[in-house]
């Protein structure tokens, strides 16, 4: 049965260096450019987020108070304990681009009506769940009783999640709730933002200014393996952010 994809639909494999891709030899000389990335990447924004509004949903989806109306359920396996959720199909399509491609297509998983996420955190999509019925963050109670606590792992971890299930109301809510907190990032938080999105993705374009940040102030962030081990990796996209040709040089390619 197909699972859960590490990457959204349609995108490429952006760190297969034979293919040309983020960190191959292929990559384009520098050119000059007029504007900087600054400018056309928030022009862009504007143009991709300017239909969803501040609100949970947009006007067209389902509200909690209408689940007494929807009668088709999905069953959605989490992680390798396998831990299942029933959740209303309507909701979770009305959210998820993912979830309506894979119950709508001639898949597997629309015959079944079942979603399996083997690689993914129940503790995680238990938040999510959370969200998705209750439009509340960190409600979720886990196995023992408690409740997940709020933390920046734990934003993190949703956000990743949210995007691989193709949330893209849930994601511009975490990117804006995380926009006063990319200073307390640790260098393993951002190295798992770098590992887990793509060169397009608005928190890793603010874990990487971050980066140069620290470059420029000569902070002790520079210190230690994972950090030399970060600009090692990741020396490309920073030189090109530093460049203010981010998205001709890194983005535009691909």
Not at 163 to 182: G, I, N, P, T, W
Request: net charge negative; aromatic share 10%; proline share 6%.
């Amino acid at each position: 049965m197909p699972t859960l994809p590490g990457r959204r639909y349609g995108e490429p494999d952006w760190g297969n260096a034979e293919q040309g891709g983020l960190h191959s030899e292929t990559h384009p000389a520098l050119t000059s450019c007029t504007s900087s990335y600054e400018e056309r990447r928030l022009a862009q924004y504007g143009k991709t987020h300017a239909a969803v509004p501040k609100g949970r949903r947009l006007a067209s989806y389902p509200k909690p108070k209408d689940l007494i109306n929807m009668t088709e359920m999905v069953r959605v396996i989490v992680g390798q304990e396998e831990q299942t959720w029933m959740l209303h199909r309507d909701l979770l399509t009305a959210v998820s681009d993912f979830a309506k491609a894979a119950l709508s297509n001639p898949f597997e998983e629309s015959q079944e009506q079942t979603i399996r996420l083997p690689e993914e955190n129940p503790a995680i999509f238990a938040i999510f769940v959370s969200y998705l019925y209750t439009d509340s963050l960190y409600g979720s109670v886990l196995g023992d009783g408690k409740l997940f606590v709020d933390t920046l792992d734990a934003d993190l971890a949703l956000y990743m999640l949210a995007d691989r299930l193709q949330d893209l109301v849930l994601c511009k809510h975490l990117v804006e709730r995380l926009a006063f907190s990319y200073d307390r990032f640790t260098a393993e938080q951002i190295q798992y933002v770098l590992d887990n999105t793509a060169p397009s993705d608005p928190l890793r374009y603010a874990c990487l200014q971050r980066v140069i940040r620290e470059i420029q102030c000569r902070t002790a962030f520079l210190n230690g393996p994972l950090a030399a081990e970060l600009y090692d990796n990741h020396a490309p996209e920073i030189l090109a952010i530093m460049m203010g040709r981010f998205e001709e040089l890194v983005i535009a390619p691909v």
